[in-house]
């Protein structure tokens, strides 16, 4: 019988390794090609965009960029796919876009924040969802600020310390809940273990919880829906998977959390495709494949009446280490199942194909 289940569990299989020359932070996906992006920073502390094409088994170097501050983080999410520009978060807090069609100057560009930005992810564009294309970046001077980039210089929401608390590092962020032109939320997630959840129709902090140990990577299964699921990742080698479609009054949301190992789990990415399917990279070089199973029922009534989640249970589908060093970034591809890259500080990018993905 295992056998047979051993069979049906989906591989994961490196296709392609590049060796880098400098230290990727990380890669993405152009949508509707098979190109990727490295983005990182080089030895003389610049910072390095690369751009390369899937050929069979090998990647080609079609364009490298230097630029003035190393690059943190990148996102294709607010863009259309006519122009598919990448925006970018870089060591300086500068907010950037560019055209990679024309790269050397940006077309927007904002000093956006007075420290690295950690983190940036994108709504409205890419023809996914409704609403205003929007980006979102988070810093190591505690804010997290929403840019529309049709609008120059400020950012249409600031969420930050208040007067007389202190100022946490963010790690990562998030979009959610853009299901029409009203609703959006950003998750925030910060190196003490906070993660705040903010709503950008009322402008208010709709939800908030500490899971106790620096948060370094938050995604919803899908940024175009009514919230489903969101899962955060640790420090610790924990994440926290939470129902986010019943938000009860005291308790908030339910979850359901998982040893996945004892290193950090760099970054967690859901399955274009099968908003169940995700993926942790962790410390240790490893790659863990997980299916989320709901519950038979996903709310229940308390004591006094008020709805509350029930959370489901999440199995391991298939684990496997590639490196010796942390695999701090990936990027399923939106376009090919199961296609996805990783970038890893061996100062190595991996193609990678995940099998059997239509059978779970």
């Known amino acids: 019988m295992s056998a047979a289940l051993g069979a049906e569990r989906p591989q994961v299989v490196s296709h392609v390794q590049q060796a880098l020359s400098y230290t990727v932070f990380d890669c993405k996906w152009v949508p509707r090609s098979a ?13 390095v ?47 950037n876009i560019w055209n990679l069609e024309a790269p050397e100057i940006p077309v927007y560009s904002v000093k956006g924040h007075k420290e690295i930005i950690n ?9 996914i969802g409704e609403g205003a294309p929007e980006i979102v970046t988070g810093s190591r001077d505690g804010t997290v600020k929403v840019w529309d980039p049709r609008q120059r210089d400020i950012p249409v929401a600031n969420m930050e310390p208040v007067q007389g608390e202190s100022k946490r590092d963010c790690w990562t962020v998030a979009f959610g809940n853009a299901y029409n032109q009203e609703e959006r939320v950003v998750c925030a997630g910060y ?37 489903n699921k969101l899962v955060a990742t640790s420090l610790e080698g ?26 950090t789990i760099w970054q967690v990415r859901h399955l274009p495709q099968n908003r169940d399917v ?33 959370a489901g ?19 399923w591809s939106p376009d090919k199942k199961g296609l996805c890259v990783c970038g890893a500080f061996d100062q190595t990018v991996r193609v990678l194909i995940v099998t059997k993905l239509n059978k779970i």
């Open 238 to 263: 924990k994440f926290h998977v939470f129902d986010m479609r019943t938000q009860h009054p005291t308790k908030g949301f339910a979850s359901v959390s998982e040893k996945a190992q004892k290193s």
């Open 49 to 95: 965009v690369q751009l390369y094409e899937l050929h069979g088994a090998r990647l080609e170097l079609l364009r490298e960029l230097e630029k003035p501050k190393p690059i943190k983080c990148g996102t294709f999410g607010a863009t259309s796919l006519q122009q598919r520009y990448l925006a970018t978060g870089d060591f300086d807090g500068n907010l």
């Open 313 to 331: 249970t999440v199995s391991l589908l298939q684990n496997v280490t590639l490196s010796t060093q942390p695999i701090s970034s990936l990027d």
């Open 119 to 127: 983190s940036i992810d994108g709504v409205g564009g890419l023809g």
């Open 191 to 227: 190196d003490n273990g906070d993660i705040k959840l903010f709503d950008l129709k009322t402008m208010s902090l709709r939800w908030e919880t500490n899971i106790k140990n620096g948060v370094c990577s938050v995604e919803f299964d899908r940024k175009d829906i009514n919230m």
């Open 35 to 47: 190109r990727l992006l490295c983005l990182g920073s080089a030895a003389r502390g610049t910072g």
């Open 278 to 310: 995700f993926m942790t990279t962790g410390g240790s070089g490893s790659l863990h494949l997980w299916k989320y199973e709901y519950p038979a029922q996903r709310s229940k009534k308390d004591s006094e009446g008020s709805e509350m989640g029930v």
